[in-house]
């Protein structure tokens, strides 16, 4: 199985401030890396696809960058309603494997 | 834009079975696949499997194989997970969400989900 490593497992950053959220993945993956959003008692969100597709309705505030094995999540402006948990997930292969997460706080 | 409507909240007791339903709210039911996916309490998510709603052809993630099984109604559009055996540790929101079909699962994303069900399971 492909392992994702997510880092940090938390930050706390004031609003306004930029965010950076990274993934490795265990082998090479191409760019068949996703990003959601989780926020506390709902479902999660996509953000980004393909590593650096902005899913639409998503604010331009957020972008994915990378390839292979390295990955970055980045929130230009944090916002108040950026307060989440977000986890990457490689689509390269199955099983589906996800990061174990960043939560984001204020 | 499809949307995915699942079943309500169930309580199990250890060595029970369970059903979550899932109903896709769109006549293009045939032409995406759903994954199902769980998160326990607190922790991060977890991939269980994948169901092709073309065919009917199933992955499961090794750690579930032969607890987990994985159906489709497409005359109602709705799919099924079935997890048996439970235990204590099944204790979780289990999801689904629409995943790509045979051909284009490398590269695909989840998106939407489910509300989620809460499974617990307690004696």
């Known amino acids: 199985d492909i392992q994702m490593t997510q880092s940090p497992s938390s930050l706390s950053a004031s609003v306004g401030a930029r965010v950076t959220i990274t993934c490795r993945a265990s082998?090479?993956?191409?760019?068949?890396l996703n990003w959601y959003q989780q926020k506390p008692n709902k479902s999660p969100n996509l953000l980004i696809y393909?590593?650096?597709s902005l899913q639409s309705g998503v604010p331009s505030r957020f972008s994915g960058s990378g390839s292979g094995t390295d990955f970055t999540l980045t929130i230009s402006s944090l916002q108040p309603e950026d307060v989440a948990t977000y986890y990457c997930?490689?689509?390269?292969?199955?099983?589906?494997?996800f990061g174990q997460g960043t939560k984001v706080g204020i | 834009q499809v949307q995915l409507v699942q079943s309500g909240g169930e309580v199990r007791k250890p060595g029970a079975s369970v059903q979550v339903s899932c109903k896709a709210s769109?006549?293009?039911?045939?032409?995406?696949?759903i994954s199902w996916l769980r998160q326990a309490p607190g922790q991060g998510l977890e991939w269980m499997g994948w169901?092709?709603?073309?065919?009917?052809?199933?992955l499961y993630a090794q750690k579930f194989q032969g607890r987990v099984t994985l159906t489709t109604d497409t005359s109602t559009t709705t799919a099924y997970m079935d997890l048996r055996s439970l235990r204590s540790d099944d204790t979780a929101m289990y999801y689904c969400?629409?995943?790509?079909?045979?051909?284009?699962?490398?590269?695909?994303?989840?998106?939407?989900w489910g509300q989620g069900t809460l499974v617990t399971v307690s004696s």
């Open positions: 169901i092709s709603l073309n065919n009917g052809d199933t």
């Open positions: 997930q490689q689509s390269y292969t199955v099983p589906r494997t």
């Open positions: 393909d590593a650096s």
């Open positions: 769109a006549y293009t039911f045939v032409t995406f696949g």
């Open positions: 969400a629409r995943d790509g079909e045979w051909g284009n699962l490398a590269g695909a994303s989840f998106d939407p």
């Open positions: 082998q090479s993956i191409s760019t068949f």
